[in-house]
């Protein structure tokens, strides 16, 4: 089996920040998701990759960037934090459509 | 509008009772589905897929789709306190290709009474 691993599991910023969260993937597939999820909207896509160094844009792409270097991670870049946001941010990479997350990074913006 | 809705918000059933959730999109270029659950703490997990008209059973778990209504529901029968999560309907536009855009509904957080 495998296991995709999500650095860091909290991260505190500030209004403004430009910060990246990263993720990594063994299971050797081929493409990886980021998605949000915040409460009572379940989860939103951001990006995804099919490969190295491709990016497509999600539905909620705006605010984001993405960066995907290597098979194996896959990061995702806030561009400026909004005061008081607050939200986990899930990756995941997938095989057939059948998607297998990591545990998540909580953001919380002060 | 979200293009994948699901009901209800949700739901309290009796441990040993049967839970039925719903999930239906409004587009139809959305033909294949997966149901995901996800425990307090956790990412989601993959509990099944159906890509066919008709039910597919595993186990506890039953899934049907009606793909002229683009309709997709999961009943969970014997219903456990273990059950008790945010279950989530998935759909994309094709199969088994593995590049595809997956779009998530909103949830319906399951509880399980003792």
């Known amino acids: 089996g495998g296991i995709i691993t999500q650095t860091p599991k909290f991260l505190i910023g500030q209004e403004g920040q430009k910060l990246t969260l990263k993720c990594q993937q063994n299971f050797n597939h081929d493409t990886m998701y980021w998605y949000r999820q915040d409460s009572g909207k379940g989860l939103r896509l951001i990006y995804y990759?099919?490969?190295?160094?491709?990016?497509q844009k999600g539905d909620l792409s705006e605010g984001y960037d993405a960066s995907r270097e290597k098979k194996s991670s896959f990061s995702l870049t806030v561009t400026s934090a909004q005061k008081n946001e607050m939200a986990v941010f899930l990756c995941?990479?997938?095989?057939?459509?059948?998607?297998?997350f990591g545990h998540g990074t909580k953001l919380s913006v002060l | 509008q979200q293009k994948v809705q699901q009901s209800p918000e949700s739901l309290s059933v009796p441990e040993g009772g049967m839970a039925s959730l719903n999930c239906t999109s409004s587009d139809r270029n959305f033909q294949y589905f997966w149901w995901y659950r996800q425990h307090s703490g956790e990412g989601p997990k993959a509990l099944m897929s159906i890509f066919s008209d008709g039910d597919k059973k595993e186990g506890r778990f039953t899934a049907h789709l009606n793909k002229a209504s683009l309709h997709v529901s999961l009943h969970i029968r014997d219903s456990q306190p273990s059950d008790s999560a945010l279950y989530f309907c998935?759909?994309?536009?094709?199969?088994?290709?593995?590049?595809?855009?997956?779009?998530f509904g909103a949830g319906t957080k399951l509880t399980i009474k003792p």
């Open positions: 990759s099919i490969t190295e160094n491709d990016l």
């Open positions: 998935a759909a994309s536009e094709h199969a088994n290709y593995g590049n595809e855009k997956i779009t």
């Open positions: 995941a990479s997938s095989i057939y459509e059948r998607l297998f």
